[in-house]
């Protein structure tokens, strides 16, 4: 085809037209370009978020998040439960070195826990005790229980009598707390001679 044909002038002004208003020809050398602001169209559409992925992810973050606080709360009471049982235990074993020193006397009053009452039976007659306090003045957030210890005399003969009868006092002391609705005990068995 000639340039000076009609059809060849035609297409040299739509050409030099199209240059002037900023279009372009649509012929195949424009094919790359097209196919680039194709790919970037696409992208464009894919940098937005729908609901439904935002839906998504907030459900997939909770089904993660949900359990991951459970076990945080569950591992902060078992430590809270395991400081109580160390300091229940503590405070039972300062009450047998208490009941050891006293030797099986039956010392002082049966009022409170600062008794050695060692007759047979359970003891004291007020057993509460504040296992943990919360540090402040309110006392009803304290943590109090129930420290006892019975005690049953026991006599042990030989019966070939190669040697006296031995006496001696088998106790069980026993902290359990929250009072009133025991939910954990502590306990230590001990023999008085």
Request: proline content about 2%.
């Amino acid at each position: 085809m000639n340039a000076r044909s009609p059809r060849g002038l035609m297409r040299r002004a739509w050409a030099t037209a199209a240059h002037r208003l900023g279009l372009r020809e649509d012929r195949g050398h424009n094919r790359a370009e097209r196919r680039r602001s194709r790919r970037l169209g696409r992208a464009r559409n894919q940098r937005g978020v729908t609901v439904i992925e935002i839906m998504v992810s907030v459900v997939v973050l909770a089904i993660v998040i949900a359990p991951m606080f459970d076990a945080f709360v569950r591992g902060r009471v078992m430590v809270a439960h395991r400081g109580e049982e160390r300091v229940a235990l503590r405070l039972v074993e300062r009450k047998v070195e208490q009941l050891l020193a006293a030797g099986g006397a039956m010392t002082g009053s049966d009022a409170d826990i600062t008794s050695t009452h060692m007759a047979a039976g359970t003891h004291p007659i007020n057993s509460a005790i504040t296992l943990i306090t919360r540090g402040d003045l309110d006392t009803s957030n304290d943590v109090i229980g129930d420290l006892t210890w019975e005690v049953t005399s026991v006599t042990w003969s030989d019966a070939g009598g190669t040697w006296d009868d031995a006496t001696y006092k088998h106790v069980v002391t026993k902290l359990a707390w929250p009072l009133g609705a025991h939910r954990d005990s502590v306990s230590v068995i001990t023999i008085i001679n």
